[in-house]
């Protein structure tokens, strides 16, 4: 039951930084500036990153739910 909990969160997790990537990377840019967040780009490799542990976490978090489910 735990697992598939985990599972789950994994995924979502996994789902909005897949899909909100550049925004959660300006995000974390504007978290130590202190320019305003519309004034902060992130870089490339931010965003490749954050997609990457996107998919890195749906993968995980897929697994986690197989492995519950047998």
Do not use: C, Q
């Amino acid at each position: 039951m735990v697992l598939s909990v985990v599972a789950v969160f994994l995924m979502l997790f996994g789902l909005v930084n897949i899909t909100w990537a550049y925004e959660l990377a300006r995000f974390e840019t504007a978290l130590g500036d202190s320019r305003r967040t519309h004034n902060v780009e992130p870089a490339d490799w931010n965003v490749k990153a954050t997609r990457l542990m996107g998919f890195v976490s749906l993968f995980v978090g897929t697994a986690f739910l197989f492995a519950s489910l047998t």
